[in-house]
């Protein structure tokens, strides 16, 4: 799951790497297991949570299999393992 997350989040970055968030560029890297996006390690633990902070508000959170996290603007879906 951890990673196939980094994949999503990597093609996802790739592909918006111009891209805004709250006024400054949207940057990261992916080494040895380790995703940072913006100076935050996204790979510890894998919450949702640091990411919120760093790309704001989801325009939709969905409910599914999985729960989805969409950023229209960013072209950015999160997936977050549902906790049952």
Known sequence: ???FLMMIIAAALTATT???VN?????GSISKGRFVL????VSNGWAIAPLQNLLGNTERIKD????????????????????K
């Not at 006024?23 to 940057?27: I, R, T, V, Y």
């Open 18 to 20: 111009i891209g805004q």
């Open 1 to 3: 799951m951890k990673k």
């Open 38 to 41: 913006n100076d935050v390690v």
């Open 64 to 83: 599914g299999a999985n729960r989805t996290h969409s950023y229209d603007k960013l072209g950015l879906v999160l997936y977050e393992k549902i906790k």
């Open 23 to 27: 006024g400054e560029k949207l940057s």
